[in-house]
């Protein structure tokens, strides 16, 4: 009685915003846009209030309704996005281990190097100009949703761009995997990431076979092959049903049994999903008590991805990140267990499971404003679209590496696990210090192809009196919601020199340095919060 109560409550929240506020405040808006968007624009406040909340919250569900078309143009520059794995493969050759030894040998100078082997057509413009989308559709997307959703996936479905094959492959695997089913069904979200060829290079699946088979041809000839448990391992464990989902030692080697034969056709030129029946373990597996029969192919797998996603420990394990992303960093039992039962009742559809958090008083509550801490990547973005800033394809290269300078390089995390979306993760000195020199060199110009109206953001404010200036961005930036504490910090510094850009001979009015005090509002407590 009590889960089919639950499903029917989930529901009927999917129908509805319900608990959020039927007169949404400035406050309200804010709080949706900081957990719902890469942060507010500005302007955002108004745009939301005119279309209204609930209005605005279904046109970011149903993103191919919404129209991107400058953003579309801008990543047109980045020609590496629309390429197939084997166009990668041939268009950014591996190095020459010849010329390498040359160089080395002083047969070749770095010169002749550079000519022969250009920069641009090296793998690793792959992975670069990817991250330049990833922080350009963050900063000017329409689609803020979408984006966020993408991020949050490919976190939860990571692997490491720097791994060998997957930096051929990772393009791809984002644009084929994971961005098409972001705000999708979550069995399909498995489906395509368990088949693509970064996931089984990454997890090493691609070469784990059938306990007794031998190699047939190459210089492994005669050897074992061997059974690979990495990849239903990660699968159980941060895909589905998590750490405590039920699972022992006994399931993980049956999936990793049923996943024997899926791999890569020709990973260095080819790079797409084969099915080798040689090396598949055809015996009878027992995945979680439920019994698949000798003689099974490919479908072993299909059916173990089915087993696992229709179990309520992945109910509940996919509920928890969501709302650990969307509420608070230990996450409301009673609100999960309410969007597990919309996982179970709707079969995993991701929109379902977002409308019932945003329908939860525990999203709209006290205790959830500005409880989550901003990754590097998030707090980027949002200190971009904060100044309201336009970014082309150069521009968004630069912010990518500035992500990567205070701690989040895009695509580079190494364990299967992703960055982690807790405080604890990203908060210390040196990384707060390292946010303040960026947002410095954002609000001081320093950023090429980011462009800003500094003084568009403090229009009509008195440049001589650097209180009234702060006023102005406090409220264009947090929007006059920065802490008593804060204020008085930031109002100590209206004095410094650097500040009012007086010198001791100076007896003329101040003119306030707006893009230090800018970037110190940026570097406030509040703003590093959403």
């Given amino acids: 009685m009590r889960a089919r109560a639950l499903a029917a409550l989930a529901l009927t929240a999917a129908a509805t915003l319900g608990a959020a506020p039927a007169t949404p405040d400035d406050g309200a808006i804010l709080h949706a846009l900081g957990r719902l968007t890469f942060g507010p624009?500005?302007?955002d406040v108004e745009r939301v209030r005119a279309l209204g909340l609930a209005a605005w919250l279904e046109r970011q569900l149903a993103p191919e309704r919404v129209g991107d078309v400058a953003v579309d143009r801008t990543l047109g520059d980045l020609t590496t996005l629309a390429m197939s794995i084997p166009e990668l493969l041939r268009?950014?050759?591996?190095?020459?281990?010849?010329?390498?030894?040359?160089?080395?040998?002083?047969?070749?100078?770095?010169?002749?190097?550079?000519?022969?082997?250009?920069?641009?057509?090296?793998?690793?413009?792959?992975?670069?100009?990817?991250?330049?989308?990833?922080?350009?559709?963050?900063?000017?997307?329409?689609?803020?949703?979408?984006?966020?959703?993408?991020?949050?996936?490919?976190?939860?479905?990571?692997?490491?761009?720097?791994?060998?094959?997957?930096?051929?492959?990772?393009?791809?695997?984002?644009?084929?995997?994971?961005?098409?089913?972001?705000?999708?069904?979550?069995?399909?979200?498995?489906?395509?990431?368990?088949?693509?060829?970064?996931?089984?290079?990454?997890?090493d699946n691609w070469v784990s076979a059938r306990a007794d088979f031998t190699i047939p041809l190459g210089p492994n000839r005669g050897k074992k092959a061997g059974l690979n448990e990495n990849y239903a391992r990660e699968l159980m464990e941060l895909h589905t049903l998590g750490v405590d989902g039920g699972y022992t030692q006994q399931?993980?080697?049956?999936?990793?049994?049923?996943?024997?034969?899926?791999?890569?056709?020709?990973?260095?030129?080819?790079?797409?999903?084969v099915f080798r029946r040689a090396t598949h373990d055809t015996g009878a597996k027992v995945v979680l008590g439920q019994r698949i029969p000798a003689g099974g192919g490919q479908e072993d797998g299909e059916r173990v991805i089915e087993i696992l996603v229709r179990h309520p420990s992945t109910a509940r394990f996919i509920a928890t990140k969501l709302a650990r992303r969307f509420v608070a960093d230990t996450p409301p039992p009673r609100l999960v267990e309410r969007v597990a039962a919309a996982y179970q009742a709707t079969g995993g559809d991701i929109p379902g499971m977002l409308r019932v958090i945003v329908a939860a008083p525990e999203f709209?509550?006290?205790?959830?404003?500005?409880?989550?801490?901003?990754?590097?990547?998030?707090?980027?973005?949002?200190?971009?679209?904060?100044?309201?800033?336009?970014?082309?394809?150069?521009?968004?290269?630069?912010?990518?590496?500035?992500?990567?300078?205070?701690?989040?390089?895009?695509?580079?995390?190494?364990?299967?696990?992703?960055?982690?979306?807790?405080?604890?993760?990203?908060?210390?000195?040196?990384?707060?210090?390292?946010?303040?020199?960026?947002?410095?060199?954002?609000?001081?110009?320093?950023?090429?192809r980011v462009a800003m109206d500094l003084p568009g953001l403090v229009a009509g404010a008195d440049p001589a009196r650097p209180e009234a200036v702060l006023d102005r961005l406090l409220a264009a930036l947090v929007h006059g919601q920065a802490g008593?504490?804060?204020r008085a910090v930031l109002a100590a510094q209206l004095a410094d020199p650097q500040i009012t850009q007086l010198t001791a001979d100076d007896r003329g009015p101040a003119r306030t340095d707006v893009a230090r005090l800018a970037a110190l509002v940026l570097g406030s407590p509040e703003f590093q919060r959403r």
Avoid: C
């Fill in 91 to 203: 268009e950014y050759p591996r190095p020459d281990p010849a010329m390498r030894e040359k160089m080395q040998g002083g047969q070749m100078t770095r010169r002749e190097l550079m000519e022969r082997y250009p920069p641009e057509k090296r793998p690793a413009r792959i992975a670069g100009e990817l991250a330049a989308a990833k922080m350009l559709r963050a900063v000017a997307s329409e689609r803020q949703l979408q984006e966020v959703m993408v991020d949050f996936w490919f976190n939860h479905f990571n692997v490491y761009a720097q791994k060998n094959d997957v930096r051929w492959y990772v393009s791809a695997y984002e644009r084929d995997a994971i961005r098409p089913h972001a705000l999708g069904k979550f069995p399909d979200l498995v489906r395509a990431t368990a088949r693509h060829p970064a996931m089984l290079y990454y997890l």
């Fill in 484 to 486: 008593q504490d804060t």
């Fill in 41 to 43: 624009r500005p302007g």
């Fill in 364 to 448: 709209w509550g006290p205790k959830a404003r500005r409880a989550k801490i901003k990754k590097p990547f998030e707090f980027v973005a949002s200190a971009v679209r904060a100044v309201g800033a336009t970014v082309d394809a150069q521009g968004a290269y630069a912010l990518a590496r500035a992500s990567a300078e205070i701690g989040e390089p895009l695509y580079e995390a190494q364990p299967p696990t992703g960055y982690q979306d807790v405080a604890e993760a990203w908060v210390n000195t040196g990384a707060l210090l390292a946010r303040m020199n960026f947002a410095l060199a954002l609000t001081s110009g320093r950023y090429p």
């Fill in 251 to 273: 399931d993980i080697v049956e999936v990793a049994r049923a996943f024997t034969g899926w791999s890569i056709e020709r990973p260095q030129t080819e790079g797409r999903f």
